[in-house]
T-cell receptor
């Protein structure tokens, strides 16, 4: 069973389109995250939810809107896609505060290419 | 600001030992984590140090010196499958799992 699963894995879309990435975790965690990895492999947090409540909102364009329908799901919707949004988006989860050992579990990533 | 410095690339041969250093400068520090990421894959947790000293997990060990704002990941008995990127990441406070990542070190293991 996949612990943190996200769909789609690959997404190619045109500038100006709106797209969503979905994420689900079956680890029983109460905290979920979205990270963005750019072409230089730099990983940066975008958002975090704890029990459906937004707790981290980094400096991200408001074209990006996360939604957490329940603590096992965290989706990312992106409006008016731009070339610079091309990246790998990782969903992740953990117990609150990172849990014992601060272990964060990452999904396999969603590779977004904007053309 | 926040900054974590680690070498961009390291090359070693199978069976060798390699150390990947990480120095950090962050506003707030609670612990240092290490993650491994193979090409096209997900970052996976390797270790976490909240206190000074050495943590050992099989062939991998991680060290932290809070006074020096420095840590390292030590990989022993290198195997070809260890070829990957390794990231250090700072946890800034106890009540968040948020991580500030370094730029990553690409380790290439040669036969």
């Amino acid at each position: 069973d996949t612990a943190v699963s996200q769909t789609p894995k690959y997404l190619v879309t045109q500038m100006g389109n709106d797209k969503s990435i979905k994420c689900e975790q079956n680890l029983g965690h109460d905290t979920m995250y979205w990270y963005k990895q750019d072409s230089k492999k730099f990983l940066k947090i975008m958002f975090s939810y704890n029990n459906k409540e937004l707790i981290i909102n980094e400096t991200v364009p408001n074209r990006f809107s996360p939604k957490s329908p329940d603590k096992a799901h965290l989706n990312l919707h992106i409006n008016s896609l731009e070339l610079g949004d091309s990246a790998v988006y990782f969903c992740a989860s953990s117990h609150y505060g990172g849990g014992s050992g601060n272990t964060i579990y990452f999904g396999e990533g969603s590779w977004l290419t904007v053309v | 600001g926040q900054s974590l410095e680690q070498p961009s690339e390291v090359t070693a041969v199978e069976g060798a030992i390699v150390q990947i250093n990480c120095t950090y400068q962050t506003s707030g520090f609670y612990g240092l984590s290490w993650y491994q990421q193979h090409d096209g894959g997900a970052p996976t947790f390797l270790s976490y140090n909240a206190l000074d000293g050495l943590e050992e997990t099989g062939r991998f060990s991680s060290f932290l010196s809070r006074s020096d704002s420095y840590g390292y990941l030590l990989l022993q008995e290198l195997q070809m499958k260890d070829s990957a990127s390794y990231f250090c990441a700072v946890k800034r406070s106890s009540n968040t799992g948020k991580l500030i990542f370094g730029q990553g070190t690409t380790l290439q293991v040669k036969p």
